[in-house]
């Protein structure tokens, strides 16, 4: 029972004890366990495997080998399982289902990433200052403040910026007279969100 609710949840509770990769279900750890005694490696990379079919599936991957095409955008993937996951896209299916909020996902992994929301859990921490983050694109978005690492430029007036959205945002203020916020009090216009609650709360 506990296994089919983590399979559903995305919850990754098994952890493997010589590589910490962590699996959600026994199964899926079991099936990975093979890997660290797997007797057939790959000559390019070293990757060890279990069978002589897995290894033959890996290998599509140095070869550029794509045998399964998408019927509807013609993209081609190394393996069923890649088609078959990259086919919801197209069908809207969403199998993997968060029990908290209802909200739905194409593949367990994000589903998984998700459950951060809920949790707080916060893996991705800064060495810098501890500053948490619950993905890791954020923690490499975060680390600019610290690199001083600025590689948005400003195509209006050559300021920089550490990241996209704050180049966006950049724009949106300064250079844009767009004022799509409205006060549902008095009717005045503004350009962003912010100034538009920082205004109501006056």
Not at 13 to 19: D, F, I, N, P, T
Not at 75 to 93: N, Q, W, Y
């Amino acid at each position: 029972m506990t296994e089919h609710r983590e399979r559903h949840t995305g919850e990754k509770v098994y952890s493997c004890s010589q590589c910490e990769k962590r699996f959600s279900s026994q199964t899926g750890l079991s099936s990975h366990r093979n890997i660290h005694t797997s007797k057939y490696k790959c000559t390019e990379c070293e990757k060890c495997f279990p069978t002589r079919s897995y290894l033959a599936v890996h290998r599509r991957i140095h070869s550029g080998e794509k045998p399964f095409e998408c019927n509807v955008c013609s993209k081609r993937f190394t393996m069923a399982l890649s088609l078959a996951t990259h086919s919801r896209i197209h069908s809207g299916e969403k199998p993997y289902k968060c029990h908290v909020c209802d909200k739905a996902f194409i593949v367990s992994e994000l589903l998984y990433k998700h459950m951060r929301v809920h949790t707080g859990d916060k893996p991705y921490k800064c060495h810098v200052c501890d500053k948490a983050f619950s993905q890791s694109c954020n923690l490499t978005s975060h680390m600019k403040v610290h690199t001083g690492d600025k590689l948005y430029l400003c195509s209006v007036c050559d300021k920089r910026f550490s990241t996209f959205s704050t180049l966006q945002r950049h724009k949106q203020c300064v250079h844009s007279n767009i004022r799509s916020y409205q006060c549902s009090y008095c009717g005045k216009l503004f350009k962003t969100n912010y100034a538009l609650k920082r205004h109501e709360s006056r």
